[in-house]
C-alpha cells in the first residue's frame, strides 16, 4: 500500500505527526487558547504630574480672574434672592446640575432656604414646586441648555424673578434672565479642552459668593449656623436656651467675698462644676474663683490659708443672660480670653448669680 505523499514528505524531514488533542498538541494550538500576559503600560510619571500640576494652574488662574466679573450685576443677583420671600429653585444639567445641587445645600444651610430641581423631573410632574413669591438660579456653562429654556414659562407664569450663571456670554439663557452671572469664557483644565473642568469649578466659587454675600446681607450668625446643623457637638440643644441647662438653686457654688481660702476650696469641690461665684454684700456676683485659680495660688503662695475669695478672685468674669441660645454659650467659652473656659456664671438683671452652665452638660445633651 502506497504511503500518502504528504506522509511520506513528513517521514523524510524527520517531522513528527502533530497529535490531535492532550499534552501532544501543537505549540500554535496551545499559543492560540492561552491567554497572553498583559504588556505593561508605559507611564511616564514625571508627564502625569506636570499634567496635574498645570491643571491646578488653569483652574487656579481662572479663579483668580473671576474676581473681574464681580461687580454690579453680582450685587443686583445677591438683591433677587435676598428679597426672596419663598425659596431658591436652583438648577442645572450635567454637570452644571451637580454644582446645582451643592449651591442649593450651601445656600440652605446658611439662611436662605432654597431647593435644587433637575429640569427633566420639573417637565413631569415637579413643576408644582414653582410657586409666586420664588427666586430662581439656574446654572448652564453655555446657556443654551434646551431642558432649563423649557422651565422659562412656569418661572413667566409665576413672575418668578431669574438669575443666571453662565459662561457664554449673550446666550439665550442670559437673554430672559432679571439678572446674568458670567464666569468665563476659560479654557478648561481638560487637554483637549472638552471636559467640564474650569468652567465646573468656576460655578461652584461663584455659588460660593453667593451663599456667603447672602449670610452677610441676612445677618446670619455663628448661633443660626449651629442650629441648622444639629448633627454637631452641640446638636440637639443649640436652639435650647442657657436656663434649660443650667445648674440651679442650691447646686450653684457661691462663696462671700470674706469667705477664707478653705471654704472656697470646699464650694467648689462640693459642687463640682470646677468654679464658685463670689458675692458682695448685696449678693452681686463680684468674681469668681476656679479650680485652676485655686492650683495657681498653692502653687505661688507657701501659706496662703489666710487669704481670702477677694484676695484670689477673677474680677469682671465672663457672665451670660438665661435666655441666650446654648450655642451662643458654647461659643462664649470656646473664644474667652485668653483662653477656653468651661463654665459661665449665669446672671438675672441685677448681676445676680442664678445659675452654672458648664461645657460638659452641653456636650453631654447633644450627643
Keep these: 500500500m502506497k504511503t500518502p505523499a504528504k506522509a511520506r514528505k513528513g517521514e523524510r524531514s524527520g517531522a513528527k505527526p502533530k497529535a490531535p488533542n492532550g499534552n501532544g498538541m501543537a505549540k500554535s494550538v496551545r499559543a492560540s487558547r492561552e491567554p497572553r500576559a498583559a504588556r505593561p503600560v508605559k507611564r511616564n510619571g514625571p508627564d502625569l504630574l506636570a499634567l496635574a500640576r ?25 438683591e433677587v434672592l435676598g428679597a426672596c420671600r419663598g425659596k431658591v429653585i436652583v438648577s442645572g444639567v450635567g454637570k452644571s446640575g451637580l454644582i446645582a ?25 415637579d413643576a408644582g414646586l414653582f410657586m409666586p413669591g420664588d427666586a430662581a438660579l439656574f446654572i448652564s456653562k453655555s446657556g443654551g441648555s434646551e431642558e432649563l429654556l423649557s422651565l422659562l414659562q412656569y418661572l413667566e ?14 446666550s439665550a439663557l442670559a437673554a430672559r434672565s432679571q439678572v446674568t452671572l458670567l464666569t468665563g469664557p476659560a479654557r478648561e483644565a481638560c487637554p483637549m479642552d472638552l471636559t467640564p473642568t474650569t468652567s465646573v469649578t468656576l460655578a461652584q466659587v461663584m455659588g460660593d459668593c453667593l451663599a456667603v454675600a447672602l ?39 457661691r462663696v462671700r467675698e470674706g469667705a477664707g481660702l478653705r471654704a472656697v476650696m470646699l464650694e467648689i469641690m462640693d459642687k463640682r462644676l470646677g468654679i464658685t461665684a463670689v458675692l458682695d454684700r448685696d449678693g452681686r456676683l463680684s468674681g469668681v474663683v476656679t479650680d485652676g485659680d485655686f492650683k495657681r495660688i498653692l502653687v505661688k503662695h ?13 474680677r469682671a468674669p465672663s457672665t451670660i443672660p438665661p435666655e441666650t441660645l446654648v450655642a451662643t454659650a458654647v461659643r462664649t467659652m470656646e473664644e474667652h480670653a485668653p483662653g477656653p473656659i ?4 449665669v446672671v438675672d438683671g441685677g448681676r445676680r448669680p442664678i445659675g452654672v452652665l458648664h461645657l460638659h452638660d452641653c456636650l453631654r445633651s447633644g450627643g
Aim: hydrophobic share 50%.
Design 302 to 314: 507657701a501659706d496662703p490659708w489666710h487669704l481670702t475669695a477677694a484676695d484670689v478672685m477673677t
Design 54 to 78: 498645570q491643571v491646578v494652574r488653569t483652574e487656579a488662574a481662572a479663579v483668580a480672574a473671576l474676581e473681574a466679573h464681580l461687580g454690579a450685576e453680582f450685587l443686583r443677583a445677591v
Design 342 to 345: 468651661t463654665a459661665l456664671v
Design 157 to 170: 407664569r409665576h413672575r418668578i424673578p431669574l438669575v443666571s450663571l453662565v459662561a457664554t456670554p449673550r
Design 215 to 253: 449670610l452677610e446681607r441676612r445677618g446670619f450668625r455663628p448661633e443660626d449656623f449651629r442650629f441648622l446643623h444639629p448633627g454637631g457637638v452641640v446638636g440637639s440643644v443649640a436652639s435650647r436656651r442657657v436656663g434649660e441647662l443650667m445648674h440651679a438653686g442650691e447646686a450653684v457654688p
Design 101 to 125: 445641587h451643592k449651591i442649593a445645600a450651601t445656600l440652605t444651610s446658611t439662611g436662605t432656604p432654597a431647593v435644587f430641581l433637575h429640569p427633566t423631573d420639573a417637565l413631569h410632574g
